[in-house]
């Protein structure tokens, strides 16, 4: 017998047929009780491993800090540990049964380089439950995640409670919000490389329209959104009110001389460039309470917000647009004479452009 | 009727100064000129295109041919010719005839605005505004011509010009109001997307007046304390506008010193009334596209109403 073409086209409409009817009867099943045959195990992870690992090439790993430890440690505990467990809590038994289950990454971390964590972070994994960070452009959140991930294999239970500041198990009586928060933002664990700002001295206004910006995500976070998703607006007042007023002392100096290039930028600005003097809105007696204090933040969350307005990616509340246009001709090292200005800077220094 | 567009505030054609009448004499030169000239022609056109009996001897017509074809012509041509080059010194620095100005004021294009800066003069201070030229009547004023961003171009049509204003580079322009008046400059280099709505005022004086007007812009305001001032301190708005006097010297915007006393909101965009003031403030580019200016319309209506009292006030 001679195979014709009209042969193998009726094979082939036999083979679509055919898997048409098998997926219409149910016969597949799709139960995560029985796990995956070891074959399909095998393929899927191999599908994962390869394609991480081509899509991490020529990915640029930025230098790794102290300060983004605390900042990453809190999202962890916050949206992480619940299927992964934490050095602090063993995996819930409620996820172990997840197909494919959430890995202990204890044992796993060591397994990826930094770019490919960097992926697995920034854009979670097709078909795992493992998902994407939850704003897209916030890469450096998902940075500070794998410099925590590579330290997280030789943390134990109180390094890690000590990095988090607090335990997410889920309470929402208001002194445990306040307890949560101070988790983070407590000012004695703050320091100047920390990326996470200070809550004290600023007003409730900003503090107000900063939560609510987080929440209609117009100030893209996927560390503050996780950390507020269950909140209610009458529940962000009232935190901003809890947080708003207390003083703020000075950070420590970190270097003299970026200390009096930000001050004078701070002061005059520099006009041949465009850049205005941020004492002209920020941190004056009478100042319009939407514009925040920046007198006393942690250099490290200064420089990154305003790397952030500078690519136009910070949002932020009803005045995000002015900040936008002041910030827009900052040159590296502007903002780091700037945030070493600032955190520096006592808030009733007087010294003031007007 | 028909020539009520060639007068008014921004018209070469209705000269209030030596350059731009000048020029204005050499026009009327070449119309009248070109219009007896033409005449001519068409009547010879019209002659010649007549039946006639007997041609032309070959004498007769190579005789017309060079009185009227090439000496003619040559004389006409060099007149003018000559004309406009003993012209040209009187509308053009570099070849001055007259007397060094006494005044240099420095005026510099940027997108889309105009910064002015005079310089100190018989005991009155240097200072900086915006956006409106004040002149003495009678006197000679230079202008050093520059550019911040992209290349604009300096003309005031009733005085004379133009002259492009290049980044980088410094030109000199200078000029001779005879008419006192409010006029209209308009940029004359296209330079961006609000192009169209980037012009000055000029506002050409009595010596009185003008001397009095300088001694006051250097001298500044006063601070009254009131709302609106206290509310253009309080959002910011000192970071970019200087009010001299009440604010700090703040350059990054146009100045803002005895605003209520300028024709237009935004170099030329719109009348000065409180209710445009308004709205340029809440939108900025929505008035004038690509204005550097953020939107402010988060801020309370009242708080806008009361900033541009106090804008419009400043007299």
């Given amino acids: 017998m001679v195979i014709r073409w009209r042969h193998v086209v009726g094979v082939l409409v036999a083979c679509i047929l055919g898997a048409f009817l098998v997926t219409w009867s149910g016969l597949i099943s799709i139960k995560a009780s029985t796990g995956h ?50 050095p602090a ?20 971390i060591v397994t990826w380089s930094d770019a490919e964590l960097f992926l697995i972070v920034q854009h979670g994994v097709r078909y795992t439950g493992m998902p994407a960070w939850p704003v897209a452009d916030r890469e450096d959140e998902a940075w500070a995640m794998v410099a925590f991930l590579r330290r997280y294999p030789e943390l134990d239970g109180d390094q890690y409670r000590a990095l988090t500041g607090f335990t997410a198990i889920a309470s929402q009586g208001m002194d445990r919000l306040i307890a949560t928060c101070n988790g983070c933002h407590a000012p004695d664990r703050l320091r100047p490389e920390s990326l996470i700002p200070r ?23 996927g560390v503050m959104a ?5 909140l209610t607006e009458a529940e962000l007042k009232d935190l901003a009110h809890h947080f708003a007023g207390e003083g703020a002392d000075p950070m420590p100096l970190l270097a003299g001389d970026l200390f009096e290039r930000g001050q004078t930028l701070a002061l005059k600005g520099d006009p041949s460039r465009g850049v205005p003097a941020c004492l002209s809105c920020h ?72 | 009727m028909p020539l009520s567009g060639c007068t008014g505030v921004q018209s070469a054609l209705d000269p209030a100064g030596e350059e731009a009448a000048a020029i204005y004499r050499l026009l009327l ?80 294009g940027e997108q889309f605005w105009w910064r002015i800066r005079y310089p100190a003069r018989d005991g009155l201070p240097a200072f900086e505004t915006a956006n409106e030229l004040r002149l003495l009547v009678g006197e000679r004023v230079a202008f050093s011509l520059k550019a911040a961003d992209v290349i604009h171009s300096f003309w005031i049509p009733v005085l004379g010009g133009k002259m492009d204003m290049i980044p980088g580079r410094t030109n000199t322009l200078s000029l001779s109001p005879t008419k006192t008046g409010i006029f209209r400059a308009p940029c004359t280099e296209f330079c961006g997307t609000s192009h169209t709505l ?118």
Wanted: hydrophobic share 45%; proline share 7%; charged share 20%.
């Fill in chain 2, 29 to 108: 030169v070449m119309v009248v000129g070109g219009t007896l000239i033409w005449c001519a022609v068409v009547g010879l056109l019209l002659h010649a295109s007549q039946r006639r009996n007997a041609p032309w001897s070959e004498r007769t017509a190579g005789r017309l041919i060079v009185w009227g074809g090439v000496a003619f012509p040559l004389v006409v041509l060099l007149a003018l010719l000559a004309y406009a080059v003993w012209l040209m010194p009187s509308i053009r620095p570099w070849l001055a005839r007259h007397a060094p100005a006494p005044e240099t004021i420095e005026v510099t």
């Fill in chain 2, 198 to 315: 980037m012009a000055f005022s000029v506002i050409v004086m009595e010596p009185a007046d003008y001397i009095a007007w300088r001694r006051a812009q250097a001298a500044g305001d006063v601070p009254g304390g009131g709302e609106g001032e206290q509310l253009f301190a309080r959002h910011g708005c000192a970071g970019c506008h200087g009010v001299r006097g009440v604010t700090g010297p703040a350059t990054l915007g146009p100045d803002l010193t005895f605003f209520g006393q300028r024709q237009t909101v935004g170099a030329g965009t719109l009348a000065n009334t409180k209710e445009n003031v308004a709205r340029f403030i809440r939108d900025p580019a929505a008035w004038k596209p690509g204005a550097k200016m953020p939107a402010f319309d988060m801020l309370p209506s009242k708080d806008i109403a009361a900033i541009s009292d106090y804008l419009v006030g400043l007299k």
């Fill in chain 1, 283 to 354: 941190d004056k007696a009478e100042a319009n309470p939407s514009y925040p204090r920046l007198s006393g933040q942690p250099a490290a969350y200064l420089a990154n917000q305003l790397r952030l307005f500078v690519e136009k990616k910070r949002g932020g509340g009803p005045f995000k647009e002015v900040m936008t246009r002041a910030a827009a001709k900052l040159e590296a090292n502007d903002i780091s004479a700037l945030a070493a200005y600032f955190s520096a800077r006592d808030i009733a220094d007087q010294n003031a452009p007007n």
């Fill in chain 1, 199 to 221: 809550l004290a001295g600023q007003s409730s206004t900003y503090l107000e329209q900063a939560l609510i910006a987080y929440a209609n995500e117009t100030r893209r976070s």
């Fill in chain 1, 226 to 230: 996780v950390a507020i998703e269950k």
């Fill in chain 1, 37 to 86: 045959w070891r074959i399909t195990d095998i393929v899927l992870h191999w599908v994962m491993r390869s394609s991480v690992r081509s899509a991490a090439i020529g990915t640029k790993v930025p230098a790794f800090t102290k300060g983004m430890l605390p900042m990453a440690a809190g999202h962890f505990e916050a949206g992480c540990a619940v299927c992964h467990g934490s």
């Fill in chain 1, 89 to 108: 809590m063993p995996r819930p038994d409620s996820v172990a049964k997840m197909l494919p289950p959430p890995p202990d990454l204890k044992d796993k």
